[in-house]
């Protein structure tokens, strides 16, 4: 550095430092209280002071370079020095209460009125047809469409999601909030990160309502634009409990081409006659099996999709589409068991396209009330 270089000032840096976002939170350093303190000495370098929410932060490294590239851009610096440090309780508090307010007890955020993010209950009647593959591949087929995405596996007996997803971190405590760790830019939160090893999750429903409200209320999702909802088999206990806690939520139908499986899905779709929810629609999975000839073997049988969709249809008195028939692809599975979902790992695959293009219609459909069930009846003569 010359002598005639001009050094930055203190307020300079503090302004470079509002480019950098807390890697979790999604909000600007200088926003959160995290920037601690800012030095400039003579010699160009720059000391940067910031505290971590906690000591543990898995992304405290992302945060360090971050700030070392923002602040190294200012003229006359000739380097950057990164200090961390971690929140009292106190901060915590006060990071927790500007992030969510200071209410007594926590709220559904995508419960209330003025919420803007869609809801979509991926919903089966039966096990395996292949429900959180499918819930996967959309999340991440969204992300790449620049939208927030979330993802809470609500399959408590049975979660699948963080390895199919490749979720390895394990979530972040805030003060009373829960920070959701990310993979391939979704958030995502499971019972699973908050047991041991392969623990079997043994609860009854009063329990299955409370962790899916806390999944819903503590963790902190940010403004999400779509939110998936992984959902056990069947109509139980987490069903229920998801039409009481965002009634405004979206029932999207997976099943096979099999009738029998098809039967059964319709039950799952149909739940939505007595909880007043929209079915988004049904995706087929395990449609065929396409031969290195190009021929296609129906494994499973063909027409379930349509049929639960048809039958939906006329049970909620609109349409309600099938919006893609997802055939048979070993990259599927062998993907969701590597945590890499086939939409990324080779988006050209007839599966991953099919995905895709589902991903895409459930993204820019339009807000409105065609198909909703709503809660009123005919008055009186």
């Known amino acids: 550095m010359t002598g005639t270089q001009q050094l930055p000032s203190v307020d300079d840096v503090r302004t470079a430092l509002k480019d950098v976002y807390d890697p979790e939170i999604k909000k600007p350093i200088t926003d959160l209280g995290m920037v601690k303190d800012v030095a400039v000495g003579g010699d160009g370098v720059v000391d940067v002071g910031i505290y971590l929410t906690v000591a543990g932060?898995?992304?405290?490294?992302?945060?360090?370079?971050?700030?070392?590239?923002?602040?190294?851009?200012?003229?006359?610096?000739?380097?950057?020095?990164?200090?961390?440090?971690?929140?009292?309780?106190?901060?915590?508090?006060?990071?927790?209460?500007?992030?969510?307010?200071?209410?007594?007890?926590?709220?559904?955020?995508?419960?209330?009125?003025?919420?803007?993010?869609?809801?979509?209950?991926?919903?089966?009647?039966?096990?395996?047809?292949?429900?959180?593959?499918?819930?996967?591949?959309?999340?991440?087929?969204m992300a790449e469409r620049g939208l927030s995405v979330g993802v809470v596996d609500a399959d408590i007996y049975g979660h699948s999601v963080p390895r199919m997803l490749g979720a390895r971190e394990k979530p972040t405590k805030v003060d009373t909030m829960i920070m959701p760790p990310q993979a391939h830019g979704v958030k995502v939160i499971s019972i699973g990160m908050f047991t041991p090893g392969n623990t079997p999750v043994v609860w009854r429903g009063p329990m299955l309502h409370r962790a899916l409200q806390q999944f819903l209320a503590d963790v902190f999702w940010g403004d999400l634009d779509i939110l998936l909802l992984d959902l056990p088999p069947g109509t139980g206990d987490i069903a229920i409990s998801v039409a009481q806690l965002i009634p405004n939520a979206e029932i999207l139908v997976v099943t096979t081409p099999q009738q029998a499986a098809a039967e059964v899905a319709e039950r799952a779709g149909a739940i939505a006659m007595q909880t007043r929810q929209r079915v988004a629609g049904v995706i087929e999975n395990m449609s065929w099996l396409e031969t290195p000839t190009g021929e296609r073997i129906e494994v499973f049988g063909a027409g379930g999709g349509q049929t639960v969709a048809d039958s939906l249809s006329k049970s909620v008195g609109s349409t309600v589409p099938l919006l893609g028939q997802v055939p048979l692809d070993p990259r599927l599975r062998e993907q969701g068991d590597e945590g890499t979902p086939i939409v990324l790992s080779d988006p050209e695959a007839p599966a991953a396209l099919v995905l895709k293009d589902a991903a895409k219609q459930l993204s820019v459909r339009a807000r409105g009330l065609a198909g909703m069930m709503l809660n009123v009846s005919p008055a009186g003569r």
């Open 57 to 141: 932060c898995p992304l405290k490294a992302t945060l360090t370079e971050d700030t070392k590239k923002a602040v190294s851009k200012l003229p006359g610096v000739a380097d950057v020095r990164v200090e961390l440090d971690v929140m009292s309780d106190e901060q915590r508090t006060e990071l927790r209460k500007s992030l969510r307010g200071d209410a007594a007890e926590p709220v559904i955020p995508f419960a209330q009125p003025g919420s803007m993010t869609r809801v979509y209950c991926v919903a089966s009647g039966k096990g395996g047809v292949g429900k959180s593959s499918v819930t996967v591949n959309l999340a991440v087929a």
